[in-house]
């Protein structure tokens, strides 16, 4: 994908990102300091997508928080894992086709399936506050 660079932020566990920079060099991938919080990153308004290697980690939720696409990478093409349709990829084309795909969706149709997918996984908008409270009054 030559047209798509990637910024490519390392779980906190690797705190030693050496060979990855190594790696990335020449790939059109740059390696984020191990210092920048994922918040600061994606509050910066910088990025069209985000790519997550795992299916239920919180950087698919937190980057759908932010309004931001998150492809996730499903190499076993494990069905039926929550979250937006059409997001999972196993290839570079699919990649691609999922790329392609979110540019074209309407953003007011994208934002009520978000919108819809965080208030059920993660409880969004939901004040619930007053039932659990309510049973030790």
């Given at each position: 994908m030559t047209d798509v660079e990637f910024f490519i932020k390392l779980h906190p566990q690797n705190l030693d990102d050496t060979y990855y920079k190594e790696m990335a060099q020449g790939c059109k991938m740059e390696i984020v300091p191990t210092n920048e919080n994922l918040s600061t990153l994606l509050s910066k308004d910088d990025f069209d997508f985000t790519v997550s290697y795992n299916l239920t980690t919180t950087v698919y939720y937190e980057s759908l928080c932010y309004g931001l696409p998150?492809?996730?990478?499903?190499?076993?093409?494990?069905?039926?894992?929550?979250?937006?349709?059409?997001?999972?990829?196993?290839?570079?084309?699919?990649?691609?086709?999922?790329?392609?795909?979110?540019?074209?969706?309407?953003?007011?149709?994208?934002l009520v399936e978000v919108r819809e997918m965080l208030k059920q996984t993660m409880g969004i908008n939901l004040d619930n506050y007053h039932q659990y409270f309510s049973q030790f009054a």
């Open positions: 998150c492809f996730r990478y499903n190499r076993d093409k494990i069905i039926n894992v929550y979250g937006l349709e059409n997001d999972n990829f196993s290839t570079v084309e699919e990649l691609r086709e999922r790329i392609l795909y979110f540019q074209q969706v309407e953003s007011s149709m994208l």
